[in-house]
């Protein structure tokens, strides 16, 4: 008889024929708290990779020994995903850096995928950091209602971005080098150095 486990506390299970994704389901619904999440599938001892969850997800619960589900809340997910924000923010850096080289030797091709590469990882960040921000905020409105460096840094970042695509259209060089080399790396740097600390510091409230 299957074993089936929350952080290893053992949970009482559905129906007999449930698959895994019933039972993930199952544990989402019915044994999380509304702001947890699963972060991982261990079967028979041994934590899954994504391919694996993915194929394991149709076949029967009763096929395997013991299932455990590791979770999180999704406030400590947050803080766990700020910590990445900082790298984020080195890639977008290196990337400019790369995109303003190839610029200058005339690689018009390597220039336009960088390009594509930067406006690709600057969406993700800027998804990414919204969430992180409202998970925060959701339990810190008081620290957080004396500071707007969030909110000012996220709005020249937003008009940034808004204005790169119309300087590649229209090929404008110099607009778009100083979009990128200057506007777009100083903002990123005060997210680094300012907005990121200062929301790391809530974590320990």
């Given amino acids: 008889m299957v074993s089936v486990t929350v952080n290893n506390k053992t949970i009482s299970k559905p129906e007999q024929d449930a698959s895994v994704n019933d039972l993930m389901n199952f544990v989402l619904n019915e044994v999380l708290h ?26 029967p619960v009763e096929k395997y020994n013991d299932i455990n589900f590791s979770t999180t809340s999704s406030y400590e997910l947050a803080f766990d995903a700020l910590n990445d924000c900082s790298s984020y923010i080195d890639t977008i850096i290196n990337k400019i ?40 905020r959701n339990r810190h409105q008081e620290q957080l209602k004396n500071t707007n460096t969030f909110q000012t840094l996220e709005i020249h970042l937003l008009s940034i971005m808004k204005a790169l695509i119309p300087a590649k259209e229209k090929n404008d060089i110099i607009m778009l080098n100083d979009l990128l080399e200057y506007e777009l790396i100083d903002n990123l740097t005060q997210w680094k150095i300012k907005a990121i600390p200062e929301l790391k510091k809530l974590r320990d409230l």
């Fill in 34 to 59: 509304e702001d947890e999440v699963i972060t991982s599938i261990d079967i028979n001892g041994r934590q899954l990779s994504y391919e694996e969850e993915q194929s394991s997800l149709t076949l």
């Fill in 97 to 136: 850096g790369l995109f303003i080289e190839f610029q200058n030797e005339n690689k018009q091709k390597d220039a336009n995928m960088m390009f594509g590469e930067v406006v690709e990882i600057m969406d993700l960040y800027v998804q990414l950091m919204a969430k992180i921000y409202r998970t925060v």
